[in-house]
C-alpha cells in the first residue's frame, strides 16, 4: 500500500458527514487511553485496574457528536433491559458438525448469525444480546472496534475490573492521539489504525479471548444501545464463531480466512505480539468461510485482490463458489454512496467471482458506454439494493427521530447516474424495527446451482461495508506504472458464508433459513413513482 497517496475518489462518504465532523471537533478536547505501543498478545498480562476504575471524563462517543445525534433524534437513548437468556440451538452453518456447550468450553466452534434481540419483540432463536457475545464474567481479553461509542454503555456490558480492553478507533492526528492517551485505567489500551486522506474507521471487528477458547464476532453494527436493540427502534446483525485454544506441541497450520484476520490487524496497527498469538488457536472451522476487507489507500499487485471488491471476487473464488452463469444479488445497507454503474457491474461481478478486472478492463478499453447501456438490462431483475423509503422510515416505531445513522443524500439520488430502478424500499420482517444492517445474499438459479456447484447454493456476507466506493473501492490506472490500482477510503471488514443444502423453489429465500436470518421482507417492494429514499442529508 502507499501511505503517501491521497486518494482522489470522489467524495461518497457512506457515514454522516456532519457525524464526522463532530467526532473530530470532540476529539479536540477529550483524552481517551493509553496506545498499544508495547508487546502484547493474546495471553500476555495487562495490569489489572484499580477498584472503581472508570473512563472519567473520556467520551468515547464524543460528547459533541452525542449532543448533536441526540439533538436530532430528540431523545437519548434509555437504560438497557439486560437479557440472560441461553442461546438456542441453530442450524449449522456447514453439515456434518454439533455444537459444543458449556461455560468454559466454545458454544459456537462452527459459527452463527445472529440479529440484535430489540426491546419490545420477542426474542427468538435468530436473536442475541450483547450480553451473550461478550458473556462478561468470562471474559479475559477484548480487543473491540467501531466507527460510534458509547462509553458509559460499553463499560456496563465488561467487568473492567477483570477484562482487558484494547480498542481500534480514529485520531486524525498525533496531537488527538496524545490527547486520547490521557487519564485512563491502565488495564484498557488503543490502537489507531492508519488513515490514508478522508474516510472512516468503520470495522466492527472484535477478538473475545476466554480461557478455552478465542471468540471472534463480526457485527453490523456500532458499540452503542439503539444498534444492539436497547432502545427497541434499531437492530443490527452478528456473525460470530468459537476458536478452541491449541494444546502444546499440535501443528498450528492457519487457515486462509485466518491469515486473512491476522493480515488486517497488522495493517490496523495491531501489535505483532497478538496477531501472531492467533496462532494459539484452532482456525480449522473457518476453512469454508472468508474473510473480507477494506483498508484505506492505493493496493497494487497482489494486495489488489485483498481488498474492496477485488477481495470479495477473489474470495468468492477461493471458497469455490464462483459462476459463470448469472446469480441473484439483495444487498442491504443502512448508508449510500454515490452509486453509479461502475460500481453495481464490479460488485455484481465480484459476486460472481470476477476479482475486479472485467469492469477495469471494459472501462480503460473505452467500451464503458456500451456497458452503462447494457447494466438495466442485465441487472435490473438480478440486483436488488434494499434502502428505506422517507414513508418506510417514518412509519417506524421510533419514527424519523430513530433513523440519524441510516445516511443518504438527496444530491447523490437525483444524479442521473443512480441506479434507481435498482433500488427496493427496505422493510424490516419486525414491524416497525429499522435496520442497521449489511449484507448482501447471493443465490444461484436451482438449474445453474445443479450445474455449476453441488455443494453450496449460494452465500451471504455479513460485515460492516455499504455501498460505496469509500467502503469497495474503484479500480483507476496508477499514473506511475501504468497498473491497475484499488484506491479506498475506508477500514472495512466482513465474512462471507456458504449456504448448503436445497436451493428450493428456483432458489429461493428458503435456502438461508437456520443459516442465516434474512431480516427484511424479500424479494422487496420497487419503489413507486412517488417514493423517495430517507434523506439524512440534504433532503429534509
Known amino acids: 500500500m502507499d501511505e503517501k497517496e491521497v486518494i482522489t475518489i470522489d467524495s461518497d462518504s457512506d457515514e454522516d458527514q456532519d457525524l464526522c465532523r463532530a467526532i473530530e471537533l470532540s476529539l479536540q478536547d477529550q483524552s ?7 508487546d502484547i498478545s493474546l495471553d500476555a498480562q495487562i495490569p489489572r485496574p484499580t477498584d472503581h476504575a472508570t473512563f472519567g471524563g473520556i467520551l468515547l462517543n464524543r460528547k459533541e457528536m452525542e449532543d448533536a445525534r441526540l439533538n436530532r433524534l430528540g431523545k437519548r437513548c434509555r437504560k438497557s433491559d439486560k437479557s440472560n437468556g441461553d442461546e438456542p440451538a441453530t442450524k449449522r452453518l456447514a453439515p456434518g458438525h454439533s ?24 426474542k427468538t432463536c435468530d436473536d442475541i444480546t450483547i450480553e451473550e457475545v461478550f458473556q462478561r464474567e468470562d471474559l479475559q481479553l477484548a480487543l473491540l472496534s467501531s466507527f460510534q461509542w458509547d462509553e458509559e454503555w460499553l463499560l456496563s456490558k465488561l467487568n473492567a475490573n477483570k477484562t482487558r480492553i484494547l480498542l481500534l478507533a480514529y485520531a486524525s492526528d498525533e496531537e488527538q492521539k496524545q490527547a486520547m492517551r490521557a487519564n485512563v485505567p491502565n488495564n484498557i ?8 486522506g478522508p474516510g472512516s474507521m468503520h470495522s466492527k471487528l472484535q477478538l473475545l479471548k476466554y480461557s478455552k477458547y478465542l471468540r471472534l464476532v463480526i457485527p453490523t453494527g456500532n458499540l452503542v444501545p439503539y444498534d444492539w436493540g436497547e432502545t427497541g427502534v434499531m437492530e443490527n446483525m452478528v456473525f460470530l464463531i468459537d476458536l478452541p485454544r491449541l494444546e502444546e506441541n499440535v501443528d498450528r497450520t492457519m487457515t486462509v480466512f485466518g491469515e486473512n484476520v491476522a493480515q488486517f490487524l497488522r495493517a490496523s496497527g495491531v501489535d505483532e505480539g497478538m496477531v501472531k498469538s492467533l496462532r494459539n488457536y484452532d482456525f480449522s472451522a473457518t476453512e469454508n468461510l472468508g474473510f473480507v476487507c477494506s483498508i484505506p489507500g492505493g493496493h497494487t499487485g497482489d494486495a489488489l485482490s485483498r481488498v474492496g471488491y477485488c477481495g470479495l471476487g477473489a474470495t468468492v473464488t477461493g471458497l469455490g463458489l464462483a459462476t459463470d452463469t448469472p446469480v441473484e444479488v439483495d444487498l442491504a445497507c443502512a448508508s449510500l454512496g454515490s452509486v453509479n454503474s461502475v460500481l453495481v457491474n464490479a460488485m455484481y461481478n465480484a459476486c460472481q467471482g470476477d476479482d475486479g478486472m472485467q469492469e477495469y478492463n471494459a472501462r480503460v478499453g473505452l467500451k464503458l458506454k456500451n456497458k452503462e447501456m447494457r447494466l438495466a438490462e442485465r441487472l435490473r431483475d438480478r440486483f436488488r439494493i434494499y434502502f428505506p423509503t422517507d414513508q418506510t422510515v417514518s412509519k417506524s416505531k ?24 435498482l433500488v427496493r424500499d427496505c422493510i424490516n420482517t419486525r414491524d416497525g424495527l429499522l435496520m442497521h444492517t449489511k449484507m448482501i445474499l447471493v443465490r444461484r438459479p436451482t438449474g445453474a446451482w ?16 455499504n455501498l460505496s466506493e469509500s467502503a469497495w473501492g474503484r479500480i483507476v490506472k496508477d499514473r506511475s506504472t501504468g497498473n491497475a490500482k484499488i484506491s479506498c477510503r475506508n477500514w472495512e471488514c466482513g465474512v462471507i458464508i456458504p449456504v448448503y443444502g436445497d436451493p428450493g423453489n428456483d432458489g429461493d429465500f428458503t435456502m438461508f433459513s437456520g443459516v442465516v436470518p434474512v431480516p427484511m421482507e424479500v424479494p422487496g417492494r420497487p419503489y413507486g413513482e412517488t417514493d423517495e429514499p ?6 429534509h
Open 32 to 38: 481517551m487511553m493509553n496506545d498499544a505501543t508495547t
Open 99 to 122: 455444537e459444543r456447550t458449556g461455560d468454559s468450553q466454545p458454544r459456537h466452534p462452527q459459527g452463527i448469525v445472529r440479529r440484535t434481540w430489540s426491546k419490545g419483540y420477542a
Open 189 to 196: 489500551r488503543f490502537c489507531f489504525p492508519p488513515m490514508c
Open 398 to 421: 421510533g419514527g424519523q427521530q430513530s433513523a440519524g445513522t441510516i445516511c443518504f443524500q438527496a444530491k447523490w439520488w437525483r444524479l442521473s447516474s443512480f441506479p434507481r430502478g
Open 450 to 465: 445443479s450445474i455449476a456447484n453441488k455443494s453450496s447454493t449460494g452465500w451471504a456476507y455479513i460485515g460492516s461495508a
Open 534 to 539: 430517507w434523506f439524512f442529508l440534504g433532503g
